[in-house]
């Protein structure tokens, strides 16, 4: 199964190259594909903030590798340049606060830095640590993928219609994808028959990510407004929602893209099943639940202009970013260490113990 999955796969956001990241900038897909070159911290602190690379394992990977860059040239500068590299450490964290991947990367690339010893090159131990964050990801989608394909055969086998949120493909994380992975494996398998897939305002992450990702691949999808979620469940046979998750808490609340709590609830009342695809990484077990987490809200002309063209009334917008599933809403939550059904803080903690799949 693994090998059809690396044959089918397509988009790559994130390139490590001569000494610079590259990001393929999510703003300006589906109609042009442009990569933007990094060579220092505060470029992809920015490409962060504004939306360059976007989905909480592709921004722990470029948190990672900007670590990378500003170890350079805060080692060209000399000096003390591990204190001097604090700055860069907080700006980085600071860029997508609620992404816990980023966090767990920061952590790992900081563990990495105090166990450097005298003599040690540095910048390209630092360097290995940041492209095996990259590489695990990858490998741990791929995993994912195939966890969560058994799952859809096993309760539903063939001809399955999906409903997706957001966007959770290749171009979110390093490779393939979480939740967009297990519909890729499951429409390899033979076992889709639709996929609708959520416009998800006011980025457009459905219709210009996550649509262009599944046509490509050739799955049958289809784009419809938000608030039809609801309306579809109950008219189209959908059987399972599969959704991404920026952190997943030690109870098993969901962090996700705003909407994906309505989704659950709705999927609750319609006997539809919620899957939540997300690498171990995301799950964050110093938060005990959704409440103990800072949610993002962005700037209301999100959602007050289009293309910089105001469209809306002279009114204030609430532009929340994320919002809290609760664990009881979650029917599987899927990780490369394995599957939790119906998540409570016991399912989490035996899962976080684990060091491999069983």
């Known amino acids: 199964m693994r090998e059809q999955l690396l044959a089918v796969e397509k988009v790559q956001a994130i390139e490590w190259r001569d000494g610079a990241l590259y990001l393929l900038d999510q703003r300006l897909l589906p109609h042009r594909q442009v990569w933007l070159r990094c060579d220092t911290a505060a470029q992809v602190v920015d490409a962060i903030g ?60 900081r563990e990495r830095l105090a166990r450097l010893k005298e003599g040690d090159d540095a910048l390209a131990l630092l360097e290995a640590e940041a492209v095996g964050i990259h590489v695990s990801d990858r490998e741990a989608n791929l995993t994912m993928a195939q966890l969560g394909m058994e799952l859809i055969r096993r309760h539903q086998g063939n001809s399955q219609v999906l409903l997706t949120h957001g966007n959770a493909g290749a171009l979110a994380t390093g490779g393939f994808g979480t939740a967009l992975g297990v519909i890729r494996a499951a429409h390899l398998e033979g076992l889709i028959e639709h996929v609708h897939v959520d416009e998800t305002r006011p980025w457009l992450l459905g219709s210009r990510l996550t649509a262009w990702e599944l046509a490509g691949d050739g799955v049958p999808v289809s784009l419809n407004v938000d608030a039809a979620a609801a309306h579809l469940m109950k008219t189209k046979g959908i059987t399972w929602v599969v959704v991404g998750a920026e952190r997943i808490t030690a109870n098993g609340d969901v962090v996700s893209k705003i909407g994906t709590y309505q989704l659950a609830v709705n999927a609750m009342h319609h006997g539809v099943r919620l899957m939540v695809v997300a690498p171990s990484s995301t799950i964050d077990m110093s938060k005990e639940s959704g409440e103990d987490v800072l949610l993002e809200e962005r700037d209301g002309c999100e959602l007050l202009e289009v293309a910089g063209q105001r469209v809306a009334a002279e009114v204030h917008a609430a532009n929340p970013v994320f919002d809290v599933t609760p664990a009881d809403l979650v029917d599987y939550i899927v990780t490369e260490k394995g599957v939790v059904e119906r998540p409570d803080n016991t399912k989490m903690a035996q899962l976080m113990c684990r060091k491999r799949l069983h």
């Open 50 to 109: 504004d939306m360059v690379v976007r989905g909480a394992p592709a921004i722990g990977i470029a948190g990672a590798y900007g670590l990378v860059l500003g170890a350079r040239v805060r080692l060209q500068a000399g000096g003390d340049w591990r204190k001097a590299l604090e700055e860069d450490f907080a700006c980085l964290e600071r860029s997508r606060p609620a992404a816990a991947n980023l966090s767990w990367a920061l952590q790992r690339m």
